[in-house]
């Protein structure tokens, strides 16, 4: 059985627009506080992703702070290819 979650790539905009997970959501790590109520109405688990996973720590433990089900994914190109071969 396969588990739903959402991408959430906390990389700047300019960097998503040159790649990115198909079907990840763009959300910059800077604007994580001003979004928690629109990722309150995520289901499953979120799995976030950056350029190297550094941002993406960031985003998980302030996340985790917040009561969300999320996980640091590392790289973008990690997750993409781990999400082509679920």
């Not at 993406?56 to 781990?82: D, I, P, R």
């Amino acid at each position: 059985m396969k588990t739903e979650h959402t991408i959430i790539d906390v990389r700047t905009h300019e960097e998503f627009m040159g790649g990115s997970v198909n079907g990840s959501i763009n959300i910059p790590l800077h604007e994580l506080p001003d979004r928690l109520e629109e990722l309150k109405d995520i289901q499953g688990p979120i799995i976030l992703c950056c350029a190297s996973g550094g941002r993406s720590g960031q985003a998980t433990a302030y996340l985790k702070q917040h009561g969300f089900n999320c996980e640091n994914g590392g790289s973008w190109m990690s997750v993409n290819l781990s999400n082509q071969t679920n």
